[in-house]
């Protein structure tokens, strides 16, 4: 085993979003999902599907994008990989901007925001002037396609404008028309699903699917303890174990514990951690979890949190709603606060956004996205305003 002592400096563990972990446990079953697309791509093959991930903030989605763009690395001449954000894409002109200065650009230069152009300057000229026509523009993206596929990643997808997702989707499938390898790989929040189908483009027909979840206990437990191992930190089974209840698997919080541990065994200079170093933890981390919680809620006030905490003690009955249970629910607390029952779809739409509750991929079930978010909110109606 590695003996080299940790230090402050070298803190491995990066608990911010859309961070690579130091270790991405539990999540092979995703990259398999997303690769087996994304390699054909690679291979200059022509695929049917672009690629959507969603699931709720925290949850990891930007974290396999990244790890998507290490695994591709290696294939820097052969690729054009191009990481960007929902911002950059906020109207067809946007799409079309995009779409055209990205082909060419070295991987190198992918991570790199708001920079576009053309490689060939007589084409380039002729865009400044509004002079290249959608058809000159397609050839031109179809051909360099055809040199180096396309791997197109747009991070928090959920936010872009329906007929900006429609256009971009609409083009990719173009460009593969025209015989161009290239693949989207959209991820967001759940909502994006949504998106999808205002947007007029159904992601149940035309993409495949990768929900996150929250990650089992043995990967919860990897998330924490290989990155410490691999630096000589040993943790015992009730360290891990309070981690992984705590946390619950969700890979926010796991970075946060990691990180914390870390930084314990670096100020005491140890290389073994037990139950008195976690114990010591447990109250920051607490603090930390219901700051995050109470930043989640701040929209929810008066009525709209009481309704909320009734559904959230309902979830905590049953652990889980289908969804025209919860519109019933919802419904019937709405009447009684003598509000308009139209207000349920605005609601649920809310509970989602707010990272309260969503639907994974395969499921008819509203579930929590965390269940001690759920609990937290449960706990809340006593001194809440009215409105």
Known sequence: MNTVSASLHENPFNPGYGLLPPYLAGRSAELFSIFRHVGNTVNGKLVARDVVIYGPRGSGKTALLRAIAEDLKPLEANVTLELMVANDLQSLEDVRRELTGMIGKPLSEAWKPGEWGFIWSGMRAKWQRGELSRGELRKGLVAKCRKRPLILMVDEAHRMPPAACNELLSEMLTIRGMGGPAIAILAGKPALVELGDLAQVSFLERGELVSVHLLDEQSASDAVRIPLERNGIDIS???????????????????????????????????SLDDDDSSKIAAMMERERKKVYQGRLASWTGKDRKLLGEIARKLLQDGWMARESLEEAIEKILIRQGRDIQDCQKIIERMVDSDFLWCPRGQERMIPALPSFVSFAAGQKESVPHN
């Open 237 to 271: 089974e009730g360290v891990i174990g309070q981690v992984v209840s705590h946390s619950q698997g969700y890979p926010q919080f796991l970075q946060l514990w990691g990180s914390a541990l870390w930084d314990q065994a670096s100020i005491q200079g140890k290389k």
